[in-house]
């Protein structure tokens, strides 16, 4: 493999990882995206989020998260040379299933209208992830030129 076709990306259009990790790795054509969650760029404020005076979180919107997490994967796309079109696989984390999943599919459809051009989708239930959100996608894109 040409290594020249290796590269790591990073963008301050995305908000920064919550951990030790690019936003995404691209090797030959596939670009690998990290988890990418719905804090906003910059600030790292949680759209949708609603806490106690402690900081307990106490309410969320699931589609204010849902459109934001499309923006970041979007962002972090763009800056690596891809495209929304170019997605192929998509792993999305949701931690409440059974509450969120069909406004979240209801938002998936909207950006996503051709089955034909949609990319593969899994959808998993779990019960936490690293920073008050409840959904974060791990994506996979084909760039059309290597």
């Not at 499309?70 to 796309?77: H, Y």
């Not at 069909?102 to 034909?116: M, R, S």
Request: hydrophobic share 45%; with cysteine.
């Amino acid at each position: 493999m040409d290594s020249s076709l290796d590269s790591t990306i990073r963008t301050e259009r995305a908000p920064a990882p919550v951990g030790a990790y690019p936003h995404a790795r691209r090797v030959g054509n596939l670009l690998f995206l990290s988890g990418v969650g719905p804090r906003l760029p910059g600030s790292g404020a949680i759209p949708g989020n609603m806490t106690a005076a402690d900081g307990t979180l106490t309410a969320y919107d699931i589609a204010a998260q849902t459109r934001q997490v499309f923006a970041n994967v979007r962002a972090v796309l763009e800056a690596s040379g891809a495209r929304w079109e170019d997605l192929v696989d998509v792993t999305v984390y949701l931690t409440d299933m059974a509450r969120d999943f069909k406004t979240y599919n209801a938002i998936w459809a909207e950006h996503f209208p051709d089955l034909d051009g949609a990319p593969c989708r899994t959808t998993l239930g779990i019960t936490a992830l690293p920073t008050p959100i409840a959904i974060e996608l791990k994506c996979i894109a084909a760039l059309r030129s290597a």
